[in-house]
C-alpha cells in the first residue's frame, strides 16, 4: 500500500514497485490523500480534478492495482490531524498491508511532508491496541520512504526493489497515460526523469533496473527488515 499526497505522486515512486507486487501475486493499493486537482496552469481546478481521476482509475487498472482517492481533501490544503489519520488507519485496517510505502519526510511541498506524518501515524493507529473495534487491529510490519524528486533533501537510499522487464513495462505503459507526467502541465520531464533513477538504481543494485527506498534510519530509526 503506497499513501501519497496527490494523484500520480505514487504512481511515479512506487508505481513499478506496485506492478512488480501485482506480477509477483501480491495486491497494490495506491492512496492519493487528495487529487492534486491544482497542478495544471491552463485547466480550472474542477475539470483537472475530473481529469485527474480518470487518469489515477486508468493508471491503476494499467498495473493491476486498486486506487483510493480522499477526494473531499483539496490539493494545497492537506492537514497531518488525526481526522485524516484516523481515515488512513481505517483503510490500513481493511486492505492489511504487509508494507506501507510513504512520501520522505523532508519536502519542498507540505502536502508530501504531511502524507508522510499521515501515513506513519495511521499506521500506528491501525496498529493500536484498544483503537476502535480491536478484532480489525492490524500492524504493518515495514513502513518505507519513497524516492521523489520533491523529497530529495536527506533521502538516504539503502533499499533496492528490482524491477523486472515486464513491471516496467506495464509501468511505463500506464504512467505515459497521465497528462502531468508527459510534461504537459509545467514541462518536467517526469517520465524520463523516473526512468533513467531506475537505471541508475539499478546500477547501483546490480540488475537492469530498480527503485530505491529508505527505511528512514537517517532519523534515527530502526532499519525495518
Known amino acids: 500500500m503506497a499513501v501519497g499526497g496527490h494523484i500520480g505522486d505514487m504512481d511515479l515512486a512506487a508505481g513499478p514497485i506496485l506492478a512488480q507486487n501485482v506480477l509477483d501475486g501480491g495486491r497494490s493499493v495506491l492512496v492519493a490523500l487528495t487529487p492534486g486537482e491544482r497542478g495544471h496552469p491552463r485547466m480550472s481546478a474542477t475539470d483537472y480534478r475530473e481529469q485527474k481521476v480518470a487518469e489515477a482509475r486508468a493508471f491503476a487498472a494499467g498495473i493491476g492495482a486498486e486506487v483510493v482517492i480522499f477526494d473531499d481533501i483539496s490539493d494545497g490544503f492537506l492537514t497531518a490531524d488525526d481526522a485524516v489519520a484516523e481515515r488512513v488507519a481505517d483503510l490500513i485496517r481493511e486492505v492489511r498491508p504487509t508494507t506501507l510505502l510513504a512520501h520522505w519526510r523532508r519536502s519542498i511541498h507540505t502536502d508530501h511532508e504531511n502524507a508522510s506524518i499521515l501515513a506513519e501515524r495511521g ?7 484498544g483503537w476502535k473495534d480491536e478484532t480489525a487491529r492490524h500492524g504493518v510490519g515495514r513502513l518505507l520512504f519513497t524516492e521523489n524528486w520533491e523529497d530529495a533533501t536527506g533521502f538516504d537510499a539503502d533499499v533496492f526493489v528490482e524491477i523486472s522487464t515486464q513491471a516496467h513495462r506495464l509501468w511505463t505503459e500506464a504512467i505515459s497515460g497521465q497528462a502531468f507526467a508527459r510534461g504537459e502541465t509545467y514541462g518536467f520531464r517526469y517520465i524520463d526523469y523516473y526512468s533513467a533513477q ?14 530505491a527506498l529508505s527505511s528512514g534510519r537517517t532519523w534515527g530509526m530502526t532499519p525495518l527488515n
Open 123 to 129: 499506521r500506528y493507529l491501525a496498529g493500536l491496541p
Open 198 to 211: 531506475m537505471i541508475t538504481r539499478g546500477c547501483l543494485a546490480g540488475v537492469p533496473h530498480a527503485v
